[in-house]
C-alpha cells in the first residue's frame, strides 16, 4: 500500500511563510522523484517544484526565489518551504511521487493539502 500524506497547509497572511510536509510509505522513497503541485479552482493542476532522487531540483517561474523544496530520505519526506505567500498563491497543494521503470512509469498522489493566502 502506497501512502503519501501532506500536512502543514492553513491560512496565512500576504508575506507570510507555510511549510509543508509530505510522508511517504510503501515505497523506496529514496529513488522516487518528488513533486508538489496545486491547483485552484477552476484551473488546471500545475507543477510548483519537483526534487529528483539526485537532489536537483526544478521550480515554476511563479514561485522561484520563494519557494524551497527539499527532501529527508531518511525521514521518507519532502518539504516545501514557501515564503513571501501571495494571495495567488492559495490553492490545494498535493505532493506526488514518480519514477520510470522496466514495467512503466509509476505515479502516487497525495490527497492534498490547502493553503489559502489571505488578509
Known amino acids: 500500500q502506497v501512502q503519501l500524506v501532506e500536512s502543514g497547509g492553513g491560512l496565512v497572511q500576504p508575506g507570510g511563510s507555510l511549510r509543508l510536509s509530505c510522508a511517504a510509505s510503501?515505497?523506496?522513497?529514496?529513488?522516487?522523484?518528488m513533486g508538489w503541485y496545486r491547483q485552484a479552482p477552476g484551473k488546471q493542476r500545475e507543477l510548483v517544484a519537483d526534487i529528483t532522487s539526485g537532489y536537483s531540483t526544478n521550480y515554476a517561474d511563479s514561485v522561484k526565489g520563494r519557494f524551497t523544496i527539499s527532501r529527508d530520505n531518511a525521514k521518507n519526506t519532502v518539504y516545501l518551504q514557501m515564503n513571501s505567500l501571495k494571495p495567488e498563491d492559495t490553492a490545494v497543494y498535493y505532493c506526488?511521487?514518480?519514477?520510470?521503470?522496466?514495467?512503466?512509469?509509476?505515479?502516487?498522489w497525495g490527497q492534498g493539502t490547502q493553503v489559502t493566502v489571505s488578509s
Open positions: 506526488n511521487a514518480a519514477r520510470l521503470a522496466v514495467m512503466g512509469p509509476s505515479d502516487y
Open positions: 510503501g515505497i523506496i522513497f529514496r529513488i522516487y522523484a
